[in-house]
T-cell receptor
C-alpha cells in the first residue's frame, strides 16, 4: 500500500486566518485528489491534480501538486467557519482504480 | 439524479452474528469500493470490484467478503462480527482513473 502522510492532523484557527495542509508520500502518484468530509457524511471531491507542478484554485482554496508527484498541499486563504471539516488527500495505489487515503486533517474555524 | 445509497445507516449487532451492509449505485460505474473509517486510521480499503463477478481484497479484508452479481450493488458481509469491526463503513464508486469517487452517507456499525 502506498502511504500518504497528512499534516497537521488537527488545526484550530480563527476566521480570517490562512492555513496550509500537507500530503506527502515516498511514492509517485499518477494523480492526487483532495476530498472534504463533514460529520455524518461521505467525502466529497474538491479537486484532482494530475501534472507535476500543477496549481489549481477553487475560490479561496489553492491546491498544488509537487514537481515529483509525491506530495501535494492545500492552502486556504481567509478561512471561514464554513471551511470546517475533515480534509483528505487520496491517490491511486497499485490496485488500479482504488483510492488510498491519508488519515486526514481535521480543521476547525471559529468565528 | 444518479446517486449511491447505503443501508442501513445505523446498526447494532452482537458478536458472532453475520451482518450484511448494502450499497447501491445508479451511476452505472464498474468500479465500486468499501472502506472503513476509524479515528486515528482514516479511510481504509476493505474490498473492491472492477465489474460484475470481479472482487478483490483491500488493505483490511480479513473477516469481510463481498459479491458483485450486477453493476449496481456491492454488498459487504461480515461473516462473524467482532467488536474490532465496530466502525463507520463507506461505499464508493467511480467511473475511471482520475475521476471523482462518489461516496454513500455511511453505515455506523456497532458490534456488542
Amino acid at each position: 500500500t502506498q502511504l500518504l502522510e497528512q499534516s497537521p492532523q488537527f488545526l484550530s484557527i480563527q476566521e480570517g486566518e490562512n492555513l496550509t495542509v500537507y500530503c506527502n508520500s515516498s511514492s509517485v502518484f499518477s494523480s492526487l485528489q483532495w476530498y472534504r468530509q463533514e460529520p455524518g457524511e461521505g467525502p466529497v471531491l474538491l479537486v484532482t491534480v494530475v501534472t507535476g507542478g500543477e496549481v489549481k484554485k477553487l475560490k479561496r482554496l489553492t491546491f498544488q501538486f509537487g514537481d515529483a508527484r509525491k506530495d501535494s498541499s492545500l492552502h486556504i486563504t481567509a478561512a471561514q467557519p464554513g471551511d470546517t471539516g475533515l480534509y483528505l488527500c487520496a491517490g491511486v495505489g497499485n490496485s488500479g482504480y482504488a483510492l488510498n487515503f491519508g488519515k486526514g486533517t481535521s480543521l476547525l474555524v471559529t468565528p | 439524479d444518479a446517486e449511491i445509497t447505503q443501508s442501513p445507516r445505523h446498526k447494532i449487532t452482537e458478536t458472532g452474528r453475520q451482518v450484511t451492509l448494502a450499497c447501491h449505485q445508479t451511476w452505472n460505474h464498474n468500479n465500486m469500493f468499501w472502506y472503513r473509517q476509524d479515528l486515528g486510521h482514516g479511510l481504509r480499503l476493505i474490498h473492491y470490484s472492477y465489474g460484475v463477478q470481479d472482487t478483490n481484497k483491500g488493505e483490511v479484508s480479513d473477516g469481510y467478503s463481498v459479491s458483485r452479481s450486477n453493476t449496481e450493488d456491492l454488498p459487504l458481509t461480515l461473516e462473524s462480527a467482532a467488536s474490532s469491526q465496530t466502525s463507520v463503513y463507506f461505499c464508493a464508486s467511480r467511473s475511471a482513473m482520475n475521476t471523482e469517487a462518489f461516496f454513500g452517507q455511511g453505515t455506523r456499525l456497532t458490534v456488542v
